[in-house]
């Protein structure tokens, strides 16, 4: 069975510091990998994913994340975070043929100091 | 491109009372998802609908919850009667399928506050 482990509900890093999200999966097969965004009283947003091919994967924002297989982890990373980067980001792992079925993470609260 | 409706924004009830949520998703997806995302938790899925089938609905509590959608767009989510624990946000989703893998695009989210 798939699941998500994100590691830390809440990382606070100061304006224009390097931004690190954690993420373990757990997958019986090679697994399909997200990272979405939602900021304050909105739904969520895709960030990036992963399916197959080149491992270091670029996304929205300035954001990416690269899968290393060896240590089962998918963690985001932007070299310099901005204030509007405050929001709550949440890693998830798809299982289905097409992998519509997303198992998601708990959530990392990002807060960014000025 | 109009993105994934829903409606009300913001629910206050009494617990027992019943509540009805709705969503449109973004024309032309096929497949509609319902979540529930508990504060501080992530979205969990509730139901899946592919055109106006149920392809998963194995996470519904189904003695309180009941889904729709009736002509393969819009759908409603209802509770009834609502619990305290019901208090959550009600997130609806609509996808399309990019190469093998779908993309999931989500609505505001309805926020459900039981009393």
């Known amino acids: 069975a798939q699941s998500v482990t994100q590691l830390g509900s809440h990382v606070s890093v100061s304006e224009g510091a390097l931004v690190l999200l954690r993420c373990n999966y757990s997958s019986s097969v090679p697994p399909y990998l997200f990272w979405y965004v939602q900021y304050p009283n909105q739904g969520l947003q895709l960030l990036l994913k992963?399916?197959?091919?080149?491992?270091l994967v670029k996304g929205i924002n300035g954001f990416e994340a690269e899968f290393k297989k060896s240590e089962t982890s998918f963690h985001l990373t932007k070299p310099s975070a901005h204030m509007s980067d405050a929001a709550e980001y949440f890693c998830?792992?798809?299982?289905?043929?097409?992998?519509?079925?997303?198992?998601f993470g708990s959530g990392t609260r990002l807060s960014i100091r000025p | 491109e109009a993105g994934v409706a829903q409606s009300p924004r913001y629910k206050i009830i009494e617990k027992r009372q019943s509540v009805a949520f709705w969503c449109n998703p973004i024309?032309?997806?096929?497949?509609l998802y319902w979540y529930q995302q508990i504060l501080g938790q992530g979205p969990k899925l509730l139901i899946q609908?592919?055109?106006?089938?149920?392809?998963?609905d194995s996470q519904l509590p189904k003695d309180r919850f009941s889904a729709e959608r009736l002509k393969g767009v819009d759908s409603t989510l209802k509770i009834q009667p609502a619990k305290l624990e019901d208090s959550a946000v009600y997130l609806c989703?609509?996808?399309?399928?990019?190469?093998?893998?779908?993309?999931?695009?989500f609505g505001p989210g309805t926020r459900l506050l039981v009393l």
């Open positions: 609908f592919q055109n106006n089938g149920v392809v998963d």
């Open positions: 992963y399916t197959t091919g080149a491992t």
């Open positions: 024309s032309g997806h096929a497949t």
């Open positions: 998830a792992v798809a299982r289905g043929s097409s992998a519509s079925k997303i198992i």
């Open positions: 989703a609509s996808s399309l399928v990019s190469g093998t893998v779908e993309t999931q695009y």
